[in-house]
């Protein structure tokens, strides 16, 4: 399901997030992940971590009920099944929706820590910040575009021990987008501490 969910699926996230929310008795009812918010992404890494948690919690509760209403040869249960799983869709995602881009927003503007191989070249970095809807704003001058017009180049999230969260490459010059790293790593994000750019070779 992981590589389903797009860069900013925030909505997709809410809309899985808070079936489970509802499938588990409601309003947080399910186990939480208990990570950290002192990090530098705040709540996000706890949010997505609660997602992963509540993924698990949802597929094997709806798979069950399923299982029962087509033993049973019962299609209205099948059907109240499927009318629980819409209806606690819209109860839940709006408040989840707000939660999500609230901290988003509580983020935006803030600078975001990074370095430069020693001979990094597509690009100089002026500033790297957060921006509200879920990516890193990049600001850069000098940039270098290949045969095809495009600026490639590789950035690495660096943890506070010096390990690698995630190594991806990057196209453009403007932004980096980050939320689905932190969606898929969010135990690793806790303890970000930069980005690390260097060449696409």
């Not at 270098?144 to 690495?156: A, D, E, I, L, P």
Request: glycine share 8%; net charge neutral.
């Amino acid at each position: 399901m992981k590589n389903l969910f797009k860069v900013f699926g925030i909505a997709a996230f809410i809309t899985v997030i808070g079936f489970a929310m509802t499938a588990c008795g409601g309003g947080g009812g399910y186990k939480k992940s208990g990570l950290s918010t002192d990090g530098f992404f705040g709540a996000l890494p706890g949010l997505y971590a609660d997602y992963n948690i509540a993924d698990d919690v949802i597929r094997e509760k709806y798979k069950a009920a399923k299982e029962k209403a087509e033993q049973k040869r019962d299609i209205k249960a099948y059907q109240k099944a499927e009318e629980q799983f819409e209806k606690s869709l819209d109860e839940i995602s709006t408040k989840l929706e707000t939660d999500v881009s609230a901290e988003w927003a509580k983020l935006a503007g803030k600078d975001v820590p990074f370095t430069t191989s020693s001979n990094f070249r597509e690009f100089k970095v002026n500033s790297l910040k957060i921006s509200e809807d879920g990516h890193l704003a990049l600001s850069a001058s000098d940039v270098r575009k290949n045969m095809m017009g495009v600026t490639s180049f590789k950035f690495k999230a660096i943890a506070k021990d010096g390990s690698v969260i995630i190594d991806y490459v990057g196209y453009g010059s403007d932004k980096i987008h980050i939320s689905q790293a932190i969606w898929s790593n969010p135990e690793e994000f806790v303890n970000f501490e930069k980005i690390e750019f260097s060449n696409y070779e």
